[in-house]
Nanobody, 121 residues
Framework: VHVVESGGGSAQPGGSLRLSCEISGEWKMMYHMGWYRQAPGHGRELVARINNRGVPEYAQIAKGRFTVSFGSAGHMVLLGLNDLNTADTAVYYC????????????????WGQGTQVTVSA
């Protein structure tokens, strides 16, 4: 499984960015595709994810500002970031949680390399 993020960059407070993630490979069943982030000196935290029925889940930090969705082609997951503030500065990681072989093995998490989002005036 390969997870590749794109779309990070810089924005001013109040600005917007859109992150994309393309996931390739084989798995038996997907549980979630989504986004996590890690700011300097902090642990990795959930931002938003979407399950295999297309139902999104948002962390409190993302509600009302960010939108997670599937892309229109292939296995893609998108994250729209709106009304950004400096606290959103972090490396954003795309995640696939999936059953790879047998249900009895439980889910495996796959991660991309991360894409930097920097919000500054």
């Amino acid at each position: 499984v390969h997870v590749v993020e794109s779309g990070g960059g810089s924005a001013q407070p109040g600005g917007s960015l859109r992150l994309s993630c393309e996931i390739s490979g084989e798995w038996k069943m997907m549980y979630h595709m989504g986004w996590y982030r890690q700011a300097p000196g902090h642990g990795r935290e959930l931002v938003a994810r979407i399950n295999n029925r297309g139902v999104p889940e948002y962390a409190q930090i993302a509600k009302g500002r960010f939108t997670v969705s599937f892309g229109s082609a292939g296995h893609m997951v998108l994250l729209g970031l709106n009304d950004l503030n400096t606290a959103d500065t972090a490396v954003y990681y795309c995640n696939l949680e999936a059953i790879v072989r047998a249900m009895s093995d439980g889910p495996t998490n796959f991660w991309g390399q991360g894409t930097q989002v920097t919000v500054s005036a």
